[in-house]
């Protein structure tokens, strides 16, 4: 009961947040990019409350739980992909100032890819933002009271208001708050954990050599290591929700600063969760994987310390949620809508935001209902995103120097995508790989062509 009031007083919380904020997010530039005053702090705790979802919390401690310590590296390719973001492309995104993703692919080539780009980031995010309404299922499920279903709907609800009453203004500020609390439940977590196991030898003793092994095991090899440098890292390379954080950064080394901050902040959690996984396989070795973290709270902590950590479960997941689904949202408006109604006035923007919110988030809530795992839902999201949008976005950054072309990139955009929900839905192993080289080649290939029709009709039309 002490766990439900906990639970009960973090959503009062939030919601309390969203409507403060709601008084300062009256323009674009305050629900969209919160002013574009974002401090260090402010953009660091978004960042790594974005990044330690679901993912990074009920999937990654199943991870740990099933293959052992190489599960960490579901958070280090990010980290990976975030020291990349920070040298090459933070100060170029930050000196658009533009407002999404797609808007900056528009920049980058012309008006024509923005709708591909737009519609594969929204497709995307919002199976994320159900992998992440799955995850809080599972993990409000300990409490025993109600079903996955009914803690669905109610933290769909709770991240939906929240985000509608003060958009990214009350977002990074309600992230940095969760990011605190994720922090101390992780780490107060598995102190416990590791003392019920008798230590870090304890726990060792009771694992097998495979399980030990990194940076790769019997279950890990280099193959499945390069897919998720590849699906997963690059994600962290090119990402609506990266993006979007650095768009709210007051400045260029604000926005370079954070990320090198959060990629480095990112290894001590990739590690802790593992190991909380890997210490549940010890103690409850026959629950499914993705019930590791939620069966160790309900099963190892006190209560108090349970809730405790259950609120900074629901803080991963709802901080991951909210973002991708403002992220979606924004783009839905700014780049669909408004493609369609250039005149759109700043307050009909708003309203249509709002509603895309609302909209967004009921049809994750009815995907993440027809979806099994954490893990599977956000790798098909993110193999599709990566395998369409990826490369155009960083070939865009170099185009002169690369000579890539819209048509290129639209074909690159198309194709990749298209390749890899094939390899998803009829379970093609490692066609998504191969769908991330159909991307590429297209860029090039199409790219090649399409210079040399110009120049055949340039060449027509002087002698014409």
Known sequence: MLELVIIAAYFLGMIAVGVVSRRR????????????????????????????????????????????????????????????????????????????????????????????????VVIAWTGIVAGQIVASGKILSVLGIGTPVLWMVVCSVVFVAYTILGGQYAVIRTDTLQTGIIFAGIFGGLAILLSRLGGWSGLTSCLSPGQLAFPLSPQFGVKELIAFLLLVGLTYVVGPDMYSRLFCARDVRTARVSVFWTALLM?????????????????????????????????????????????????????????????????????????????????????????????????????????????????????????????????????????????GALAAIIGGGSAAVVSKLLDIKYLDLGALLISGLLLLVVSLIDRRLKSRKGISDVTT
């Open 267 to 407: 290894i001590p959690f990739a590690f802790g969760i593992t190991l909380i996984g890997m210490g549940a396989s010890v103690l409850f070795p026959g629950i499914s994987p993705e019930q590791a973290f939620p069966t160790v709270i309900s099963e190892v902590f006190p209560p108090f310390l349970g809730g405790i950590v259950l609120a900074a479960l629901l803080c991963a997941v709802m901080s991951s949620a909210d973002t991708c689904l403002l992220s979606a949202s924004t783009i839905l408006t700014m780049d669909i809508f408004k493609r369609f109604r250039p005149s759109l006035s700043e307050e009909k923007a708003l309203f249509l935001s709002r509603w895309g919110i609302v909209i967004l988030g009921l049809v994750s809530l009815i995907l993440a209902l027809a979806l099994k795992g954490v893990i599977n839902a956000l790798l098909f999201a993110y193999s599709v995103y990566t395998c369409g949008l990826i490369l155009p976005v960083i070939a865009g950054f170099y185009k002169d120097r690369l000579k890539v072309t819209p048509r």
């Open 25 to 120: 997010a009256k323009g674009i530039d305050d629900f969209f990019v919160a002013g574009r005053k974002g401090s260090p702090l402010l953009i660091t705790g978004s960042l790594l409350a974005t990044i330690v979802g679901g993912s990074a919390t009920v999937g990654m401690a199943g991870l740990g739980f099933t293959q052992g310590l190489t599960g960490a590296w579901w958070l280090l390719v990010g980290s990976i992909g975030l020291v990349v973001l920070g040298i090459f492309f933070a100060e170029k995104v930050r000196k658009s100032g533009l407002y999404t993703l797609p808007e900056l692919v528009g920049k980058q080539y012309d008006g024509r890819i923005v709708l591909a780009a737009s519609v594969l």
